[in-house]
């Protein structure tokens, strides 16, 4: 278990650039098993989950060249099936979430897929029931072998239908979009995730040959087609990324330009860290931060305390909540922070009370915090990163706090921030990675 040491306190400034999206890149990743032929993928983040996916990818027979840090290219013209059947296979893809969506590639080209439960964050249950019913409404049979907790899909000859989504689920979505685009006739997705992740996964499925309208939508309309083609495709900057780094600014009084964002892909997300009062300057595509000693939290129109909740896009992501929940922490005024998607999230809160925030935890999925206004800091304490998020919101704490602190397992912040030690550095961070 990896540890991280920070002596808090430190303005940070400089320039970062966020790393390609982590969960874009594991959908984009699961589609190259769709053609034989050779994808190149761009902004492919170095981070544990994504390389993680991309050694199973490897394990399963797709053959793979490194043109550069963050380029690679992609060949599965001789994908080892057997493979799906050893226990090796079973364990790796159970250690992370975004490897459920080589399910929908596999059945789309082989007519079959196996898998064992898949991982990711500790956050509340995770449900795949959106992905299975999909399947099912193409014609795939579902099977669960409840002592061994793996999921088998088989179906040849898949048949587009219409289908209206129980929830609009990120992974699910991806997974039937996938699985649909070599089908037979027509499929059309109502209640479909529109998330820059999968408008950019069905973007490049349009370039390998697929046809999809609705892009950007909740209703996609797929036209199976025979096969896929290879493609070239660049992730978009982690918008997750650009919101921890607006909130560590804040935090940290610091003075950070993020280069490069894509602000209009960046949806609700800079509005939102606004009405937490940070100040932020748009110059072309970079967001400039000014080291801010105070930053108020709006109210609504009618003076009531501002609630800050999680949606599906074009909502304000959930995976940032953590995040505007530690910026409260040292804000004027007063949020709710509702988590409505998670159950299990809003935990770590216990740690910034610890540090000596002011948050009171109403239930598992609603936190009101009161900010210091900085009257008084953080305080540095020793502490466990529960998931990445969390994770990161504590790193964030820990960078504004007086004094040291460590935070354990680490390993949940390197599933989905790049070298964010040395990255943070650059900027004057004091941070050590034990
Ligand atoms: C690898 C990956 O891409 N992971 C992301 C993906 O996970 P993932 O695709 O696993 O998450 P889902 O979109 O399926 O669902 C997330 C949670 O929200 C609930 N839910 C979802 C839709 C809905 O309309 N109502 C509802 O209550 C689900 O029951 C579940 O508890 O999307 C989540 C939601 O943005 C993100 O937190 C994860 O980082
Ligand atoms: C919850 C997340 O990831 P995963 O779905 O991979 O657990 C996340 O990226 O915030």
Same mark, same amino acid.
Request: charged fraction near 25%.
């Given at each position: 278990?990896?540890?991280?040491?920070?002596?808090?306190?430190?303005?940070?400034?400089?320039?970062?650039?966020?790393?390609?999206?982590?969960?874009?890149?594991?959908?984009?990743?699961?589609?190259?098993?769709?053609?034989?032929?050779?994808?190149?993928?761009?902004?492919?983040?170095?981070?544990?989950?994504?390389?993680?996916?991309?050694?199973?990818?490897?394990?399963?027979?797709?053959?793979?060249?490194?043109?550069?840090?963050?380029?690679?290219?992609?060949?599965?013209?001789?994908?080892?099936?057997?493979?799906?059947?050893?226990?090796?296979?079973?364990?790796?893809?159970?250690?992370?979430?975004?490897?459920?969506?080589?399910?929908?590639?596999?059945?789309?080209?082989?007519?079959?897929?196996?898998?064992?439960?898949?991982?990711?964050?500790?956050?509340?249950?995770?449900?795949?029931?959106?992905?299975?019913?999909?399947?099912?409404?193409?014609?795939?049979?579902?099977?669960?072998?409840?002592?061994?907790?793996?999921?088998?899909?088989?179906?040849?000859?898949?048949?587009?239908?219409?289908?209206?989504?129980?929830?609009?689920?990120?992974?699910?979505?991806?997974?039937?979009?996938?699985?649909?685009?070599?089908? *037979?006739?027509?499929?059309?997705?109502?209640?479909?995730?529109?998330?820059?992740?999968?408008?950019?996964?069905? %973007?490049?499925?349009?370039?390998?040959?697929? !046809?999809?309208?609705?892009?950007?939508?909740?209703?996609?309309?797929?036209?199976?087609?025979?096969?896929?083609?290879?493609?070239?495709?660049?992730?978009?900057?982690?918008?997750?990324?650009?919101?921890?780094?607006?909130?560590?600014?804040?935090?940290?009084? %610091?003075?950070?330009?993020? !280069?490069?964002?894509?602000?209009?892909?960046?949806?609700?997300?800079?509005?939102?860290?606004?009405?937490?009062?940070?100040?932020?300057?748009?110059?072309?595509?970079?967001?400039?931060?000014?080291?801010?000693?105070?930053?108020?939290?709006?109210?609504?129109?009618?003076?009531?305390?501002?609630?800050?909740?999680?949606?599906?896009?074009?909502?304000?992501?959930?995976?940032?909540?953590?995040?505007?929940?530690?910026?409260?922490?040292?804000?004027?005024?007063?949020?709710?922070?509702?988590?409505?998607?998670?159950? /299990?999230?809003?935990?770590?809160?216990?740690?910034?009370?610890?540090?000596?925030?002011?948050?009171?935890?109403?239930?598992?999925?609603?936190?009101?915090?009161?900010?210091?206004?900085?009257?008084?800091?953080?305080?540095?304490?020793?502490?466990?990163?529960?998931?990445?998020?969390?994770?990161?919101?504590?790193?964030?704490?820990?960078? /504004?706090?007086?004094?040291?602190?460590?935070?354990?397992?680490?390993?949940?912040?390197?599933?989905?921030?790049?070298?964010?030690? *040395?990255?943070?550095?650059?900027?004057?961070?004091?941070?050590?990675?034990?």
């Amino acid at each position: 278990m990896g540890s991280f040491r920070v002596r808090g306190g430190t303005k940070l400034q400089g320039e970062i650039t966020p790393q390609g999206a982590k969960n874009e890149a594991l959908q984009i990743l699961c589609g190259v098993l769709l053609t034989p032929e050779k994808m190149t993928l761009r902004k492919v983040p170095n981070i544990r989950d994504v390389n993680k996916l991309i050694d199973l990818l490897g394990d399963m027979g797709v053959k793979i060249t490194k043109l550069g840090p963050e380029a690679y290219t992609f060949q599965a013209d001789e994908i080892n099936l057997d493979y799906l059947e050893t226990e090796e296979f079973l364990v790796k893809a159970s250690s992370l979430r975004g490897s459920v969506m080589i399910l929908g590639p596999l059945l789309a080209r082989f007519g079959t897929g196996k898998l064992s439960k898949p991982g990711g964050d500790k956050i509340g249950r995770r449900r795949m029931d959106t992905h299975f019913v999909g399947f099912q409404k193409l014609g795939a049979k579902f099977g669960y072998d409840s002592k061994r907790e793996i999921f088998h899909i088989d179906g040849k000859n898949l048949k587009g239908t219409y289908m209206l989504l129980d929830e609009a689920s990120v992974t699910g979505t991806a997974n039937i979009v996938m699985a649909a685009s070599m089908a *037979e006739g027509k499929t059309t997705i109502y209640n479909a995730a529109c998330e820059p992740y999968l408008q950019q996964l069905c %973007s490049m499925l349009v370039r390998m040959g697929a !046809k999809i309208t609705g892009i950007g939508s909740n209703l996609l309309h797929i036209e199976g087609v025979k096969e896929l083609g290879g493609t070239e495709h660049t992730m978009l900057p982690d918008m997750i990324e650009i919101g921890s780094f607006i909130g560590l600014a804040a935090m940290t009084e %610091s003075e950070i330009t993020i !280069k490069n964002a894509q602000i209009p892909r960046l949806g609700i997300i800079p509005d939102t860290f606004k009405r937490m009062g940070i100040q932020m300057e748009f110059r072309d595509d970079d967001i400039y931060i000014p080291s801010q000693k105070h930053y108020e939290i709006e109210t609504f129109i009618d003076g009531s305390i501002l609630t800050v909740a999680d949606a599906i896009w074009p909502g304000f992501t959930p995976d940032l909540l953590s995040v505007v929940l530690v910026t409260a922490t040292q804000a004027k005024g007063t949020v709710l922070v509702h988590q409505k998607m998670f159950e /299990s999230r809003l935990f770590f809160v216990d740690k910034l009370i610890d540090m000596g925030a002011q948050i009171i935890l109403c239930d598992p999925h609603r936190a009101t915090v009161i900010g210091l206004d900085r009257k008084t800091s953080l305080r540095g304490i020793r502490m466990t990163s529960p998931d990445i998020r969390a994770g990161v919101s504590l790193l964030i704490a820990a960078l /504004s706090a007086e004094g040291t602190s460590i935070i354990d397992n680490i390993e949940q912040i390197d599933r989905g921030y790049q070298h964010i030690d *040395e990255r943070l550095r650059k900027l004057g961070a004091d941070i050590e990675r034990l």
